[in-house]
């Protein structure tokens, strides 16, 4: 079924609205995948957030014209799968995924920060961890000296005598001190 003209306009008016939010655009060939494939790939990347779309290459071209992702527009042709996402790495990583799992999905192209991505580029940019992972890391790097730092010091104190079992009579003793008078 074909749209008229007001429909591919809404279209156009839609994934440019998508694009025009989006860091990422991944661009994979979903020649020979079943109903039941698509529908698995579109649920993980709803769980992602990524906007996946089938798309005519000249509705798709027109929408991101004047975008980032312009420079993939000489990409754009056979039956292809178009996956935004707002994340840097999600649209990469649901298709690399999928990809990996299924041989018929296959990876054409993608765009991050208005530099086009060949094959391998989108297998790069998936392989980077998400961005809770790296703040994670970033976070366990910040804190292990600070406790490395902490069980030497315990480590010392346990030498010297314990001074632990000091440090926690002292608030009992300032407790103590304030107490008023009767």
């Not at 790069?124 to 961890?129: H, Q, V, Y």
């Amino acid at each position: 079924m074909s749209l008229n003209r007001n429909e591919k306009e809404a279209v156009i008016a839609e994934v440019a609205a998508q694009a025009g939010k989006s860091q990422t655009l991944a661009l994979a060939e979903y020649r020979g995948l079943t109903v039941t494939q698509l529908d698995l790939l579109r649920k993980a990347a709803r769980a992602q957030g990524v906007y996946l779309h089938v798309l005519k290459n000249t509705l798709a071209r027109r929408a991101v014209a004047g975008t980032p992702f312009e420079v993939v527009a000489e990409s754009m042709s056979g039956p292809l799968i178009y996956g935004f996402s707002v994340d840097a790495v999600a649209a990469a990583k649901v298709i690399a995924d999928f990809a990996k799992g299924n041989d018929k999905l296959v990876i054409k192209a993608g765009a991050y920060a208005g530099k086009a991505l060949d094959v391998d580029g989108v297998k790069a940019l998936a392989s980077i961890p998400s961005r809770e992972v790296l703040l994670a890391q970033i976070c366990g790097l910040l804190q292990s000296p600070m406790s490395g730092l902490a069980r030497v010091l315990v480590a010392v104190a346990d030498q010297k005598g314990g001074s632990a079992p000091v440090a926690e009579e002292a608030p009992a003793a300032e407790v103590a001190s304030e107490a008023p008078a009767a």
